[in-house]
T-cell receptor, first 116, second 111 residues
Framework: DSGVTQTPKHLITATGQRVTLRCSPRSGDLSVYWYQQSLDQGLQFLIQYYNGEERAKGNILERFSAQQFPDLHSELNLSSLELGDSALYFC???????????????FGPGTRLLVL | GESVGLHLPTLSVQEGDNSIINCAYSNSASDYFIWYKQESGKGPQFIIDIRSNMDKRQGQRVTVLLNKTVKHLSLQIAATQPGDSAVYFCAENGDDYKLSFGAGTTVTVRA
């Protein structure tokens, strides 16, 4: 158990809908990272938040957004869902978040999203 | 663009044998590398990391070797067990604020 929690574990929805994925980082960690993992691709970095502020953006679609709250939990919002958004979504956390990472990111168990 | 990659997508190994998983990276600015293990239905699990000022680092049954000259990283698993069956990813910190992950190697342990 990494100490990172994610809810829900599974999510089934229809195209055009909007969903929210939730992540609680390890105690003491200030950074939260979101990744997407689809069958034909590895882990794709989406976005990072550090202590409530957006720190880095990766391959995140405009239909997707995220935020980190004062208690450091984070939510990833996916809207206007398409079939191709079906994937595993992972959250990771780390203590710091500056510059090039020099520390381990610990991953949660993921949310499996299926868009029908 | 620069990326992290693994030499082989799959590796089949006999239980009890040693496993070697390889990873090539191309970003010379990378100075921190991590190996993750991902079992089916689970999130990536940290195995071991290494910084560029080291050539070798050992953990419990695992060793990571870093060859900066040829930009090569490997993970050695001693006495491979059925529980080692998983997908293994290497990651590098070549770009600011994020880790870049390779495509992964699927390790299957034969009884």
């Amino acid at each position: 158990d990494s100490g990172v929690t994610q809810t829900p574990k599974h999510l089934i929805t229809a195209t055009g809908q909007r969903v929210t994925l939730r992540c609680s980082p390890r105690s003491g960690d200030l950074s939260v990272y979101w990744y997407q993992q689809s069958l034909d691709q590895g882990l794709q970095f989406l976005i990072q938040y550090y202590n409530g502020e957006e720190r880095a953006k990766g391959n995140i679609l405009e239909r997707f957004s995220a935020q980190q709250f004062p208690d450091l939990h984070s939510e990833l919002n996916l809207s206007s869902l398409e079939l191709g958004d079906s994937a595993l979504y992972f959250c990771a956390s780390s203590v710091g978040g500056g510059g090039r990472p020099q520390e381990t990111q610990y991953f949660g168990p993921g949310t499996r999203l299926l868009v029908l | 663009g620069e990326s992290v990659g693994l030499h082989l997508p799959t590796l089949s190994v006999q239980e009890g044998d040693n496993s070697i998983i390889n990873c090539a990276y191309s970003n010379s600015a990378s100075d921190y590398f991590i190996w993750y293990k991902q079992e089916s239905g689970k999130g990536p699990q940290f195995i071991i990391d290494i910084r560029s000022n080291m050539d070798k680092r050992q953990g419990q049954r695992v060793t990571v070797l870093l060859n900066k000259t040829v930009k090569h990283l490997s993970l050695q698993i001693a006495a491979t067990q059925p529980g080692d069956s998983a997908v293994y990813f290497c990651a590098e910190n070549g770009d600011d604020y994020k880790l870049s992950f390779g495509a992964g190697t699927t390790v299957t342990v034969r009884a």
